[in-house]
């Protein structure tokens, strides 16, 4: 094998054996196969099989996966289509001659660094989080020994006219860890709104909110602030439902500049709140879980909110659908089921797809209905006349952005700009959101009067924050579109409380144009309508989640774009993490 000192996938220095077939068919990446060397070299292991397996429970986290299952590992790990790699054709050891090689190595000794179980090979550090997250959550699975039982009772009654929410709110009083878990729209935050008025009522003092992301906090806070001055409570409850403050997870826990994986609180210093809320939890991993459960007070409540149906944290774990999995943790999970955003064809769509019922999927979508279009498309992609109901949709709501942003009408732009967006399962390639950018691009100059997208700042663009930005309270994910100002000035101008706030351009870190974004992106998002782009039926990305999370960011209309086999793929295949803590919770 002739070694490419230029190819950054490449192990450089590591030219045969099994590490490099398995680097050279992209299955293993160059900081996986330097890991297993390293890890090697610490204390003697050469077996080539232990090797591999060494590097492929370093690879698994980057996937999301908690650890590496050698008994499933050849049929189960996907790597791009677009490489033309057969995975089952690379010489993979026989599974028990290579369980046994790997149990008897020391690398999984007392002192070594990974841990096997059965055929689950974990990193040490992911095995312990996982052994601790458990043990917390399990121990955090008790009832609250002081309940005012009068002032419940009414609270429930004054709070909730839906049953199920009310029975959230019951449970959130009653137990020291519960979980309200349901698809969007399903009233999940009002739901938090409520048990927080609850929680003032019965005399818990200090509550924080917290998300994974900015984003996801922002929201949170400006929903639970809307929804906190028409409680049917007491101005203190109210005042302080309307008072909470919420921020990101590593902001709660203390962001330390010497680590990237440890806290100001943890178990040695634990958190001063009596309630911890946090809201999309589908979104935390399993390092970040481990973090936040052993940093909360015991005795004190912790309320997890989130769809355990969408897409998980980018990082390794699932935690939730885990917890509500859990036959030992049932008494604290309440599922809310009905929807209150959106109905029709859309609700039905999102559920079929949950259910994993692909042909149920194709029957809405070859239905005719108003709020569901397919554009099928074959594998080498549509035809210029088969898109154009993306198209007209496209073109219509930029003009609509364009117009209200020449006219400095910063309110009327956003609105616009959340009336369309086009999701993509990649970033790049020729299904990923990049390109698609390009094609919309060029679809508004030939549709739209006197659209050029030659400046930086054109009048009408649209805007993605792509990092965090506390100063300006604009996050990772915030959308937002150039105005003009009078006198040939613009304005950026973003949503904040349901009010438009302006910065000049130069104030603005890392932005980008979104005229597409992936569906990752969207996440905590709705929008009026929604096209959906599917890739090619063998992309790893293509699964159950990711499609239910992109039909679900739609209110009003779906329009799915693929072929029958990609959605196909996409319904009956789930992300399907490897993770052991359902069993030992």
């Known amino acids: 094998m002739t070694e490419d000192l230029f190819d950054w996938q490449r192990a450089v220095g590591v030219s045969d054996g099994l590490l490099a077939e398995f680097n050279a068919a992209g299955v293993l990446g160059t900081s996986d196969v330097h890991a297993a060397l390293r890890f090697g070299a610490l204390v003697g292991e050469e077996s080539e099989s232990v090797l591999l397996a060494a590097a492929l429970a370093v690879r698994a986290p980057r996937f999301g996966h908690v650890f590496a299952d050698l008994s499933s590992v050849v049929s189960t790990i996907t790597v791009e289509p677009e490489s033309g790699v057969d995975v089952a054709g690379l010489p993979w050891p026989a599974a028990d001659a290579w369980i046994a090689a790997v149990g008897a190595s020391p690398l999984v000794a007392e002192e070594g660094p990974l841990r096997l179980v059965d055929s689950a090979l974990y990193l040490e550090r992911y095995w312990v989080q996982e052994g601790e997250l458990a043990a917390d959550l399990r121990a955090r699975n008790a009832a609250v020994p002081s309940i005012d039982e009068a002032a419940l009772a009414d609270g429930l009654a004054r709070l909730f006219t839906d049953p199920v929410q009310a029975r959230a709110g019951e449970v959130a009083v009653r137990r020291q860890l519960s979980v309200v878990a349901g698809g969007p729209g399903t009233g999940k935050t009002t739901t938090v709104a409520r048990i927080a008025a609850l929680l003032f009522e019965q005399g818990a003092g200090l509550i924080a909110l917290a998300a994974p992301t900015g984003k996801a906090a922002a929201r949170l806070e400006e929903a639970v602030h809307e929804e906190a001055a028409g409680l049917d409570a007491s101005a203190e409850a109210r005042a302080a439902v309307g008072g909470l403050r919420a921020q990101t997870l590593h902001r709660l826990l203390g962001w330390r500049p010497d680590s990237r994986s440890r806290f100001r609180h943890g178990r040695g210093n634990r958190l001063p709140h009596d309630v911890v809320i946090v809201d999309e939890t589908s979104m935390v991993s399993l390092s970040m879980m481990a973090s936040l459960v052993a940093a909360v007070r015991p005795g004190s409540r912790l309320v997890l909110v989130g769809d355990p149906g969408q897409l ?37 769509l999102a559920t079929a ?11 809405l979508l070859l239905a005719g209905l108003e709020d569901v279009v397919w554009v099928e498309v074959d594998a080498a992609g549509a035809a210029a006349d088969e898109l154009d109901e993306v198209r007209a949709i496209a073109v219509a709501s930029a003009a609509d952005v364009v117009t209200s942003a020449r006219e400095g009408d910063a309110g009327g732009a956003l609105a616009a700009l959340e009336s369309f967006r086009l999701l993509c399962a990649h970033r790049r390639g020729p299904h990923g959101a990049m390109t698609w950018m390009w094609e919309l691009e060029r679809w508004l100059a030939e549709g739209v009067p006197g659209f050029d997208p030659g400046a930086e700042w054109y009048v009408g663009r649209p805007l993605l924050v792509t990092e965090n930005d506390y100063g300006l309270k604009l996050y990772n994910g915030d959308t937002g579109v150039v105005i003009a100002v009078g ?27 979104v005229y597409a974004m992936t569906i990752h992106k969207s996440q905590g998002s709705q929008f009026g309508t929604v096209a959906v782009v599917l890739p090619d039926a063998g992309s790893a990305m293509l699964t159950r989640e ?15 774009v693929g072929d029958e086999a990609a959605v196909r793929a996409a319904v009956g295949r789930s992300a399907g993490r490897a993770s052991g803590l359902a069993q030992r919770l």
């Not at 036959?327 to 959106?342: I, K, Q, Y």
């Open 487 to 513: 006198d040939d000035r613009v304005e950026a101008a973003f949503e904040r409380g349901g009010e438009p706030v302006r910065f000049a351009p130069t104030r603005l870190g890392a932005v980008d144009t």
């Open 353 to 363: 797809v949950a259910a994993g019922d692909d042909d149920a999927v194709l029957d």
């Open 546 to 560: 990711l499609l239910y999370t992109a039909v679900t960011r739609a209110r009003e209309r779906v329009v799915l």
């Open 312 to 348: 998980t944290s980018v990082e390794a774990g699932a935690v939730l659908g885990d917890i509500v999995a859990s036959s030992v943790l049932a008494d604290g999970v309440v599922v809310l089921e009905r929807v209150h955003r959106f109905a029709g064809g859309i609700a039905e």
